[in-house]
C-alpha cells in the first residue's frame, strides 16, 4: 500500500487512492482524492476533511464529494481527506478517545485523543504540497458526533469551517450537565474561543426517525427523540452559553428541506452551499 508520503498528486487526480501513514508510531488509514476542474496539478488546493458515518466508508464519502463536485462544476481545487478512525468501541472515534464506554468517564490523556490526527495529517498535506492556511472539516452522523467535538476540544488553530450533520446526540454547552453529554468534568479542556469558530449545523428536515443507531438514554433523550431535535438542542444551548459568556456565537444552523439520515444529500447540500 502507498504511504502518504510518497504518494504523487497525479495518482489522486480526480480518483480515489486507499493510503497509510505512521502517526506517533501508529498506523493510520486514508482514502484521498484531488478535486480539479481544469486537472491542474500545479494550483493551490483547499483541504477538506470528511469524517463519515457509520453507514458509509471513508472511501464512499470520497467517492461521493468527487460526484457532487463534478456534478455543480466547481472551480476550487480540493485534497479530499477521509481518515478510518476505528478502535474498539464507538467512544474511539465518536467521542474522540475522550472517553471510555467501559468505565464511563473521562478516561485518556488530551495527547491520546483521535482528534490529533486531523492536525497531524494536515501538517504532513501542508508541507508536502501547496494548500491554503485552513482547512474544512465536514461530519455527517458518527463523523458529525467527531467534528463538533473536536470543535469543542481539539486544536482548530487551522479548521477555517467545520459542517456538522446530523448527529445522533451532542456534548452540550452546559457546565451542569456530566460529560460526555455536557462539559461537567471537562470544563477545562473546552477551547474558550470555540464559539467564535466558524461551525455550521446542517440539520435534515426529515431526520426524525429513531433507528437502530440512534442512541436511546435518559440522558441522550433528554436531548431529544430524533436528531432533528437533538441539532434544536445543540444550538439552544450555545446559545445560552454564549450569552452567559457574553461571548459571540458564530454558529449558524440551516435545514436542509426533505432530507432525512442521507449522508449523501446531506454532504451534496454542503457541497452546494459551502465550496467555491
Known amino acids: 500500500m502507498t504511504s502518504l508520503e510518497s504518494l504523487t498528486k497525479d495518482k489522486i ?64 481545487s ?25 468505565r464511563k468517564e473521562f478516561a485518556y ?55 456538522v450533520a446530523n448527529a445522533g446526540w451532542y456534548t452540550a454547552l452546559d457546565g451542569e ?9 471537562v470544563n477545562r479542556y473546552l477551547n474558550r474561543d470555540c464559539t467564535d469558530k466558524n461551525l455550521v449545523l446542517l440539520l435534515g428536515t426529515k431526520d426524525t426517525q429513531a433507528d437502530k443507531y440512534l442512541r436511546s438514554t435518559k440522558r441522550s433523550n433528554a436531548q431529544g427523540q430524533n436528531r432533528l431535535e437533538r441539532g434544536d438542542y445543540f444550538y439552544k444551548k450555545a446559545q445560552s452559553f454564549a450569552r452567559l459568556d457574553e461571548t459571540k456565537l458564530n454558529w449558524s444552523k440551516r435545514y436542509i428541506e426533505g432530507v432525512g439520515h442521507n449522508g449523501r444529500l446531506m454532504l451534496d447540500a454542503a457541497i452546494k452551499l459551502y465550496l467555491r
Open 13 to 76: 487526480l480526480n480518483r480515489l487512492e486507499r493510503v497509510q501513514v505512521q502517526l506517533n508510531n501508529k498506523e493510520l488509514l486514508l482514502h484521498l482524492s484531488i478535486y480539479s476542474k481544469n486537472g491542474n496539478l500545479d494550483e493551490t488546493y483547499k483541504v477538506v476533511f470528511l469524517m463519515h458515518g457509520i453507514e458509509v466508508s471513508s472511501a464512499k464519502i470520497v467517492k461521493n464529494a468527487l460526484k457532487a463536485l463534478k456534478r455543480e462544476d466547481k472551480n476550487g
Open 78 to 102: 480540493y485534497i479530499l481527506v477521509s481518515p478510518e478512525i476505528s478502535g474498539k468501541t464507538s467512544a474511539y472515534y465518536n467521542l474522540g478517545n475522550m472517553f471510555s464506554s467501559s
Open 109 to 163: 490523556e488530551k495527547s491520546d485523543w483521535t482528534f490529533g490526527y486531523i492536525n497531524r495529517l494536515f501538517d504532513i498535506i501542508r508541507n508536502k504540497w501547496s494548500v491554503e492556511d485552513d482547512f474544512i472539516m465536514f461530519g455527517h452522523s458518527a463523523g458529525a458526533q467527531f467534528t463538533h467535538r473536536y470543535i469543542l476540544f481539539g486544536d482548530t488553530s487551522d479548521l477555517g469551517l467545520g459542517i
Open 177 to 185: 450537565i456530566k460529560f460526555p453529554y455536557g462539559l461537567k468534568g
